[in-house]
T-cell receptor, first 114, second 112 residues
Framework: SQTIHQWPATLVQPVGSPLSLECTVE??????LYWYRQAAGRGLQLLFY??????ISSEVPQNLSASRPQDRQFILSSKKLLLSDSGFYLC?????????????FGEGSWLTVV | AQSVTQPDIHITVSEGASLELRCNYS??????LFWYVQSPGQGLQLLLK??????LVQGIKGFEAEFKRSQSSFNLRKPSVHWSDAAEYFC??????????FGTGTQLKVEL
């Protein structure tokens, strides 16, 4: 069966520090991968999605970047965090090819920028 | 552009009462529609989804949703709510592309 792992689960980072959140998917090949952010009291905002290694689509201009160095690995990064980057970050995957396929989510990473 | 609206930010129901959470979508064709549930501090779990065919869809945990094209709605229902149903519920849609668009969520509180 397919699983998705996301880490770290929680982190507190000072303003101006770098960020790296990692996500890996197991049990599937060539998935579509996604990063969502959920700010307090708001819905889910799609940040990035990827349909293949090295292929990243950015949905909103921001202080973050994403990379996909391997087929089932998706990394969310920042060189210098801002207070506004605080939130709950969710990685997700979907099987390639059929947009009816369900998107499955990881357990999320709580980021607090102080 | 595709959008999803959940008009109710918070809903409180008594345990055992019926529940309906509203969802409206904006999309030219028939979208693919989903309901997810999120417990505090956790990821999202799929409750049910609609693609085509029977407009009444059954999901997990006793939930169902009905697609109404004329109203552009996909409301989530449960006949009798349990205290464990307290969570945040998200409606989402995709128009056939790679992206899933979410509503802003409805926070459900269950009173004992």
């Amino acid at each position: 069966s397919q699983t998705i792992h996301q880490w770290p689960a929680t982190l507190v980072q000072p303003v101006g520090s770098p960020l790296s959140l990692e996500c890996t998917v197991e049990g599937t090949s060539n998935p579509n991968l996604y990063w969502y952010r959920q700010a307090a009291g708001r819905g889910l905002q799609l940040l990035f999605y990827s349909v293949g290694i090295g292929q990243i689509s950015s949905e909103v201009p921001q202080n973050l970047s994403a990379s996909r160095p391997q087929d089932r690995q998706f990394i969310l990064s920042s060189k210098k965090l801002l207070l506004s980057d605080s939130g709950f970050y969710l990685c997700a995957w979907r099987a390639r090819g059929d947009s009816r396929n369900t998107i499955y989510f990881g357990e999320g990473s709580w980021l607090t920028v102080v | 552009a595709q959008s999803v609206t959940q008009p109710d930010i918070h809903i409180t129901v008594s345990e055992g009462a019926s529940l309906e959470l509203r969802c409206n979508y904006s999309y030219g064709a028939t979208p693919y529609l989903f309901w997810y549930v999120q417990s505090p501090g956790q990821g999202l779990q799929l409750l049910l989804k609609y693609f085509s065919g029977d407009t009444l869809v059954q999901g997990i945990k006793g939930f169902e949703a009905e697609f109404k094209r004329s109203q552009s709605s996909f409301n989530l229902r449960k006949p009798s709510v349990h205290w464990s149903d307290a969570a945040e519920y998200f409606c989402a849609s995709t128009g056939g592309g790679n992206k899933l668009t979410f509503g802003t969520g409805t926070q459900l509180k269950v009173e004992l």
